[in-house]
């Protein structure tokens, strides 16, 4: 009776061996038929406290569902494949990279035009901002201009937000008009756009690399800048002698996100139209996260003693009117700058007369 017993428990020892090698054959078989037809490699030159992260995230989780993981999304966060705007774009163009995201100074010295999002005060608010990059009409004319110039290389996919919108800030006093910036020493980068505005606003451009701005601040070598909330209080800018901020908001932070052009039409036309529907989320997530997380860091400013300040519609109009020299400047001075501008303005008063017109028969 042993001797059946422990041929009993045998069998079922060999029955259960074989079923688990058959288990692992089609397993492997499994995953080998779900393996991805297509991999893209985005990267963004952040962190994964970043909107461009979050953005990410939901593209990556978007796009690896709805193609039935025909498309996987590796990301990588940081500089691991490309540590700025142009070796980045140069990793789109010879494929080694598949999607990134840039501000427009980070691309601007390869495409001059996009810095068309820096100009200020063409953009009245969030609902203008974000109706005209979901539009398309002007994406899609940067997006032509930018396949052009790189031989068909590099695809702008969407514009979304990084930080939501630059505003004047500053060490010394409140700003409420273009006069309260006479002789203030603001940081700018080293790029003729931003030290125009300066310049136009009656101030002193001063371009500090971002990794010094923190004592520039506390030794008076610069006595402001024009950053974000988050921005400002991520690097703990108050601590340095940062304690004045005007809500002007004279540029949208826009985020561009490029894709290999070749990558892209590599794929059949429903993969492809999964990618364009997966940055369309993204794009929606990138509009949404800098509120949510402005929301704190205005709190805290204030509560550190900040002063915060929101001009009157005619004191944001005195801005913009004392801004205007730097459209011309732009349009003259930036290959296809003309083009872009014209673009940006008609899209916007689009926006405004729809939004406008809606908001007139939503509150009757």
């Not at 069998?11 to 688990?20: D, F, N, P, W």
């Not at 930018?146 to 990084?162: F, Y």
Request: charged share 20%; aromatic share 8%.
């Amino acid at each position: 009776m042993i001797a059946n017993r422990t041929a009993k428990i045998l069998g079922a020892v060999a029955l259960g061996l074989s079923m688990t090698a058959t288990t692992a054959v089609f397993s492997g078989m499994t995953t080998a038929a779900q393996a991805a037809d297509y991999k893209l490699r985005a990267t963004a030159n952040s962190n994964e406290n970043d909107e461009d992260y979050d953005g990410l995230i939901v593209f990556k989780d978007y796009v690896e569902k709805a193609s039935n993981g025909a498309i996987e999304v590796e990301l990588f966060i940081g500089t691991q494949l490309c540590s700025n705007g142009a070796e980045c774009l140069q990793g789109l163009a010879d494929g080694s990279i598949d999607i990134y995201i840039s501000t427009s100074g980070g691309a601007s010295g390869i495409f001059p035009y996009v810095q068309v999002l820096d100009l200020p005060y063409l953009l009245r608010d969030d609902r203008i901002a974000e109706e005209v990059l979901s539009e398309g009409t002007f994406t899609r004319l940067i997006r032509d201009l930018a396949l052009a110039d790189s031989g068909d290389k590099i695809r702008l996919m969407t514009i979304g937000n990084t930080g939501g919108w630059r505003n004047f800030a500053n060490t010394k006093r409140r700003v409420q008009t273009p006069g309260d910036m006479d002789g203030l020493k603001i940081r700018t980068v080293v790029a003729d756009l931003p030290q125009e505005l300066v310049k136009a606003l009656g101030a002193s451009p001063t371009p500090i690399p971002w990794p010094e701005l923190f004592t520039s601040f506390q030794t008076g070598v610069v006595e402001g800048s024009k950053n974000g909330i988050t921005d400002i209080m991520g690097m703990k800018f108050p601590d340095a002698g940062l304690k004045y901020v005007t809500l002007d908001g004279h540029a949208y932070m826009g985020a561009l996100w490029w894709m290999g052009n070749e990558q892209f039409m590599a794929m059949p036309d429903d993969m492809r139209r999964v990618v364009v529907d997966g940055f369309a989320q993204l794009q929606q997530a990138t509009f949404a996260s800098p509120k949510r997380k402005s929301i704190q860091a205005y709190s805290d400013f204030v509560s550190d003693g900040g002063d915060l300040y929101v001009p009157s519609p005619d004191e944001k109009a005195a801005f913009k009117e004392a801004a205007a020299p730097v459209y011309d400047w732009f349009k003259v001075n930036i290959p296809n700058g003309e083009v872009a501008f014209s673009a940006l303005t008609d899209a916007a008063a689009g926006a405004e007369a729809k939004i406008d017109g809606n908001a007139s028969m939503d509150i009757k």
